[in-house]
């Protein structure tokens, strides 16, 4: 069965990703697509410090949540990582996270997997959150997932995000689709459709 992780960078554990999060689990279930939710904590995430220690393969120096997902990867089929918008960009607890598993974990450990980002606001600035993360995958070969709208909600309490219909259909709908990608690489597979063999990766400083 196919397992996508959820990942809430909140501090607010059922807060409003949270709901979107258990929105988008609820229709994952009924398509039959195993779903682990990750809640990040409220305590302080250490940022990436550029030691480069993960390149030797050992993984990240400060060890936490990020080790922990990097030893499971290869159970996961796709990955969504939803963020409250902070000052009209998703928060330092998630980047801070992203930051040290994107570039701890081999880039090959995540190409032809699909991911999505989710994103929560009161007001504004939901759009420019959502562009940040979807940075992460678009340079690591992954399948980036869309919905009816640009994936976010709205509100200040998870009470005003289960009033947020729209919103919430559009989590019902990135799910939706999540799921028909899924079954259409598993397809492709039993008929011999392979991802694409990448070239070695060229890395040019421009200097
Ligand atoms: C430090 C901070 C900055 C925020 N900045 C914004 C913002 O730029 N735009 C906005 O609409 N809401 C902003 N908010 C409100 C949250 O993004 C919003 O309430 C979100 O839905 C909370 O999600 P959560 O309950 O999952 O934490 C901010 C909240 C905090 C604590």
Redesign the pocket.
């Known amino acids: 069965m196919a397992k996508i992780l959820l990942v809430?960078g909140?501090?607010?554990e059922h807060?409003?990703?949270?709901?979107a999060l258990d929105e988008m689990a609820g229709t994952f279930e009924k398509n039959g697509i195993e779903t682990e939710i990750l809640w990040l904590g409220k305590k302080a995430m250490p940022d990436c410090i550029a030691c480069f220690k993960c390149q030797q393969g050992s993984g990240c120096v400060f060890g936490d949540a990020v080790n922990a997902v990097a030893e499971k990867i290869n159970e996961y089929d796709g990955f969504v990582f939803?963020s409250?918008?902070?000052?009209?960009g998703p928060?330092g607890r998630l980047t801070s996270f992203m930051d040290r598993l994107f570039f701890s974990v081999p880039d090959e450990k995540f190409a032809g997997k699909l991911a999505a980002s989710v994103v929560?606001?009161?007001?504004?600035?939901?759009t420019a959150a959502f562009e940040r993360l979807n940075n992460y995958y678009l340079m690591e070969n992954m399948i980036v997932a869309g919905s009816q709208y640009w994936n976010q909600?709205?509100?200040?309490?998870?009470e005003d995000?289960r009033k947020d219909e729209e919103g919430l259909q559009t989590m019902r709908t990135l799910a939706q689709n999540m799921t028909w990608l899924l079954k259409n690489i598993e397809a492709g597979k039993k008929n011999g459709v392979c991802p694409p063999e990448y070239e070695p990766k060229t890395f040019t400083n421009f200097i």
Do not use: D, L, Q
């Not at 909600?153 to 998870?158: E, I």
């Open positions: 809430n909140s501090p607010n807060g409003c990703i949270g709901t939803g409250p918008v902070y000052y009209g928060n929560s606001c009161r007001r504004g600035g939901a909600v709205h509100g200040f309490t998870p995000v």
